[in-house]
């Protein structure tokens, strides 16, 4: 039996892969006693017991597997946001667009972009008449989000 459960974790370390880890433990480890069973043999009280030491290495293996998959999909975050930024971009789709001091017609013009300009964005808001609006980072106003398009650009630090 020890043999077994050194067998499946070794195929851990060896694989590196959930997937054919999972392979082996179903497909090997069930042939295996399998064989054990045909092999010698076994009063039907030693054959309960080895079927219930199997069910306990295919528990223990389920739970390194899960184990593993939380740890890569830890990893791979880690090294994402390491390795990668996302900004937001407002990309002006018409003529003109105005830039105003608050998220409202009603505010004052601060500025202007014109069509194909990407201005970077902080937030989406919705303003008291419930249109929603775009906060721009270095220019400190708002615009309309009829006037363009929000874009995710995702980059290489």
């Known amino acids: 039996m020890k043999f077994l459960v050194i067998l499946c974790l ?15 433990k179903l497909d090997y480890l069930k042939k295996a006693v399998d064989k054990l069973l045909d092999k010698y043999e076994f009063t039907e009280k030693e054959v309960i017991s080895l079927k219930e030491r199997v069910s306990t290495v295919e528990s ?3 739970t390194i597997e899960s184990k593993i998959y939380s740890f ?17 971009y407002f990309e002006i789709s018409t003529a003109v667009a105005n830039i105003r001091s608050e998220p409202s017609l009603k505010s004052n013009v601060v500025g202007w972009a014109r069509r194909g300009d990407k ?25 309309s989000v009829v006037v363009g398009n929000i874009v995710v650009e995702t980059r290489r630090k």
């Open 119 to 143: 201005v970077e964005i902080t937030d989406t808001v919705v303003n008291e008449e419930g249109y929603p609006w775009v906060k721009l980072k270095e220019r400190n106003g708002y615009m």
């Open 72 to 88: 890569n999909t830890q990893q791979i975050r880690k090294n994402y946001e390491e390795e990668y930024v996302n900004k937001n």
């Open 10 to 24: 070794s195929c851990v370390f060896v694989f590196g892969n959930i997937d054919e880890v999972t392979y082996i």
């Open 60 to 62: 223990s293996i389920s």
